[in-house]
């Protein structure tokens, strides 16, 4: 089933950390998002995989992450690590600084946050986020009012936010419609699923299999994260 898989081209974009819908330290509720739906039944109107799918499996979960210094170290510390570890890692962090900001964070020490879980790079990168932000270098106010490509590129400026942490910033703090993390592997592999690919897409196919879901290819790339963890979803795909 091909219905919306645009021919390939050369791969470009490598691949980044895994991740998946279930993302820790965001607000989370047991039902379906509904503010996804006229996104998603858009999508199945224009692509039958989608519309086959969104049948068998639903809305994906609610998820959100607070804008600002709490959000992206929340989303720094999740990653290259499972979902469970991530979570215990920003139960920790949430117990100890209440609330998250830039000043409670620079206040702990090393054996503080070994103890939370954040390894040494996780460390420097958490408080040198912390530093750019009370200096100004990095405005997350600022940021959030600018296009989606001005504000990944402002935000890979901070050391330890690649691309993969930029959207995942503007996906579930900024709440942008059109978003699409092409290099995550989780989404990757459940396009290929989708689409009964003979293999995982990757680079520019994976930017071209997305382009017929403009504009909403942020609820696109959430239903995949969905899709991904999703039981009822045939091995083979659809």
């Not at 607000?27 to 739906?37: I, K, M, P, Q, T």
């Not at 499972?82 to 962090?93: F, H, K």
């Not at 200096?135 to 001005?150: H, P, Q, V, W």
């Amino acid at each position: 089933m091909n219905s919306a898989t645009p021919s390939s081209a050369t791969p470009k974009r490598r691949s980044s950390t895994p991740s998946n819908e279930q993302l820790p330290g965001s607000v989370n509720a047991v039902s379906g998002d509904e503010s996804l739906r006229p996104a998603l039944e858009a999508l199945a109107e224009r692509d039958s995989d989608i519309a086959v799918a969104y049948e068998a499996c639903g809305l994906p979960p609610m998820r959100r992450h607070e804008p600002g210094f709490a959000g992206l170290i929340r989303i720094m510390a999740a990653q290259q690590v499972s979902a469970q570890a991530a979570g215990a890692i920003i139960s920790r962090l949430d117990r100890e600084l209440r609330p998250v900001t830039a000043e409670g964070f620079l206040a702990l020490d090393d054996e503080t946050q070994k103890k939370i879980g954040l390894s040494r790079p996780k460390q420097r990168y958490g408080r040198a986020l912390a530093e750019d932000i009370l200096s100004g270098r990095i405005d997350l106010t600022g940021i959030a009012d600018l296009e989606d490509e001005t504000a990944i590129e402002a935000l890979i400026q901070a050391k330890g936010i690649g691309r993969w942490t930029a959207e995942v910033y503007l996906l579930f703090a900024l709440q942008r419609p059109d978003v699409w993390p092409a290099g995550d592997l989780a989404v990757q592999v459940a396009a290929q699923k989708l689409k009964g690919l003979p293999e995982r897409p990757v680079g520019e196919t994976m930017i071209a299999l997305a382009d017929a879901w403009r504009p909403y290819r942020s609820a696109a790339a959430r239903f995949l994260w969905h899709l991904y963890r999703h039981p009822g979803v045939p091995e083979g795909g659809f």
